[in-house]
């Protein structure tokens, strides 16, 4: 008989997660994108550019520099994500990325997947769009990979 009690319990408990989920809203989600490319791709092209190269021309000439620089961004984005689930801009608007079923933080190649998903999905634009048709708000490259961005509240 306690077993079937603690076993409703989680059962409800699980229902009770799900329920309260409060997926990120999209003008936060844009927000912090920006402020993470301030925070971290700015500073990282200007590394490249004007201390690793020669100045800006330079840089422009290279296709393997900027190849480097996104590059160089994917693995620190792919970092903050794998350990907390938040870049800086993520965490600024309460934000945290999590897989779509367990609400759990993802690897480090699946934040790998996603970044590289998204580069794809911004090209197009359409898949950008699709959270305002979608209840759960999720983007093309979080249907690809399988995560939510929902909002914390600590």
């Known amino acids: ?25 999209y003008t936060d989600k844009i927000k912090g994108f920006i402020t993470d490319m301030f925070m971290i791709y700015v500073p990282i092209l200007y590394i490249i550019a004007y201390v690793v190269l ?3 021309e330079e840089f422009q000439a290279s296709g393997a520099a ?16 794998t350990r ?9 608007y309460s934000m945290k990325v999590v897989d779509a ?28 769009l699709l959270p305002f048709y979608r209840k759960d708000r999720r983007a093309l490259h979080d249907l690809l990979s399988s995560t939510v ?3 914390i509240h600590s």
């Open 149 to 151: 961005e929902v909002e």
């Open 84 to 92: 907390t689930g938040q870049t800086p801009g993520k965490k600024a």
């Open 54 to 56: 020669n100045g800006k």
């Open 1 to 25: 008989m306690r077993w079937r009690k603690l076993k409703q319990k989680k059962i409800t408990k699980d229902i009770d997660k799900k329920q309260s989920v409060m997926y990120a809203r």
């Open 66 to 81: 900027q190849f480097a620089a996104v590059a160089l961004y994917a693995v620190i984005y792919a970092v903050f994500i």
């Open 101 to 128: 079923k367990s609400f759990e933080n993802i690897s480090f190649f699946r934040a790998i997947w996603r970044f590289i998903a998204f580069l794809f999905t911004a090209t197009t634009l359409l898949g950008l």
